[in-house]
């Protein structure tokens, strides 16, 4: 009896010392965290997308309370929640730029052509392992949709060739169809950012235009028009967005496939009068084979 006794006294000896010895570490080590941290915090959308450029909503609220950030760097968030953001901390809600993925592949099914099926999990990542994905421009988009599952914001979806389009006024450029793309066809983009190189080829000439009706053949007629901004890499034109302002639709006309483009503010993509007129001829061909083939199919049914 008298043993337990003991080391029962010993024990809440211990468990009194141990107690004084955490409760002096914490007002020697305390950390003060401002608690409107908390208040900012549920004000943001709690998406944690990383489009604002931190590790999630904790970590924007807390740049936001320290003055590091403005509340307009939210892309996700309503301009009503934002408003709420700077009248709460009592700052300027501050101007956003609107930023958007934009995928540098036009090359979609019936464009580009395949050299072979591929039969197995409708992954691009999973297709990419085996030969490429069966594309004979193996730098292309597969179109398996990897990009379109993890996009949380239904920002990504498939047009009628299975290429993805993204959707501009959906998409908070978080970066998910980035990192998920096996092919890094996907890069984040300023809405201003109106030139565009819509093509990731390293082909040139004669196999890149067999490859896909679409693609850049590394002439390098728009990095001649528009020297000052356009530098030829790889075969491929490189856009200086450092020198987005001298940007202009000039590099765009003697584009011969439509390789390089103009983006619209308000939606929709202007090719060069070349282009439009190849593109034209390509879609008739198209068409006259498609027809052929169903009155063949009609005349043997």
């Known amino acids: 009896m008298t043993g337990l006794l003991i080391a029962g006294g010993v024990m809440l000896a211990l468990g009194v010392l141990l107690s004084g010895l955490l409760a002096i570490a914490n007002r020697k080590l305390y950390v003060f965290e401002d608690p409107r941290i908390d208040g900012v915090e549920e004000l943001l959308p709690g998406a944690n997308c990383g489009a604002c450029g931190f590790a999630g909503c904790r970590a924007f609220a807390e740049a936001l309370v320290t003055g590091t950030a403005q509340p307009a760097l939210c892309t996700v968030n309503t301009a009503d929640g934002i408003e709420s953001i700077a009248s709460y901390l009592g700052v300027e809600a501050g101007e956003g730029v609107k930023r958007v993925a ?10 580009a052509k395949r050299f072979a099926h591929y039969e197995g999990r409708e992954s691009c990542r999973a297709a990419a392992l085996i030969a490429g994905g ?7 988009c597969l ?5 379109i599952r993890v996009c949380p914001f239904d920002a990504i979806h498939m047009n009628e060739n299975n290429l993805p389009v993204v959707d501009e006024k959906k998409c908070t450029a978080c970066g998910n169809c980035v990192v998920e793309c096996p092919k890094h066809l996907y890069s984040i983009h ?12 390293q ?7 067999e490859a896909c009706r679409v693609a850049c053949i590394g002439c390098g007629l728009c990095a001649r028009t528009l020297p000052e901004v356009i530098t030829m890499n790889q075969n491929l034109p490189r856009i200086d967005y450092d020198k987005n302002e001298a940007a202009t639709r ?17 939606g929709g993509v202007t090719y060069g009068a ?28």
């Not at 950012?193 to 990731?200: D, T």
């Open 102 to 111: 934009r995928l540098a592949c036009a090359g979609g099914d019936g464009i």
């Open 134 to 140: 069966g594309k004979a421009c193996t730098y292309g």
């Open 190 to 201: 300023p809405v201003e950012h109106q030139l565009f190189v819509a093509c990731s080829t």
């Open 274 to 301: 070349k282009a439009l007129e190849a593109r034209g001829m390509a879609c008739t061909v198209e068409a006259e084979k498609t027809q052929s083939k169903q009155q063949a199919e009609a005349a043997l049914s």
């Open 203 to 209: 082909m040139r000439g004669k196999d890149a235009k």
């Open 143 to 147: 179109g398996y949709g990897d990009c």
């Open 250 to 266: 000039d590099a765009i006309q003697r584009c011969p496939s439509g390789a390089i483009c103009w983006l619209e503010l308000g």
